[in-house]
């Protein structure tokens, strides 16, 4: 996280937080969608692989680190071969959005890996989602191949 101070120097993992859940919905699926239109899931992939560059991290820990501190959930690696990961995302803040939405948008965090990934294998990457209603998590496919 090398540009950030505000990452380095504000936020302390070992200090106690809550995040309100309608704060977090307020923004992420009454606010963003109002103001991006149609256009929300693809904006918010962009976004994420906007953040990406602005943030690139080394390793496959730091993503999972990132997204704890950013407050996107639990990410953990599920399966890998030689040109996918499969990575699943637990999260109070996203159990509502999975069970009561019929469209999700988690594309601001498929962006994100995409793009860290891009980064670390230096090759074209692209992050599919699968929210999964009966386990209230996300799964994301980040598939990639070298130019």
């Not at 959005?97 to 990457?125: M, P, Y």
Request: charged content about 30%; aromatic content about 10%.
């Amino acid at each position: 996280m090398n540009n950030s101070t505000v990452m380095n120097e504000t936020i302390d993992i070992d200090e106690p937080r809550t995040i309100s859940i309608f704060g977090y919905e307020l923004i992420r699926e009454v606010l963003l969608p109002e103001i991006l239109g149609k256009d929300t899931p693809e904006i918010l992939y962009w976004a994420g692989k906007r953040l990406a560059r602005k943030y690139p991290l080394m390793d496959l820990e730091q993503i999972i680190d990132f997204f704890a501190k950013a407050s996107w959930g639990q990410l953990k690696l599920v399966k890998e071969n030689k040109t996918e990961f499969q990575f699943e995302l637990i999260s109070p803040l996203i159990i509502s959005r999975v069970k009561s939405k019929a469209e999700h948008f988690f594309q601001l965090e498929a962006g994100f890996l995409a793009q860290q990934i891009e980064l670390q294998k230096e090759a074209n990457a692209e992050t599919f989602e699968h929210p999964i209603k009966k386990s209230n998590k996300v799964v994301f496919t980040v598939k990639w191949e070298k130019n």
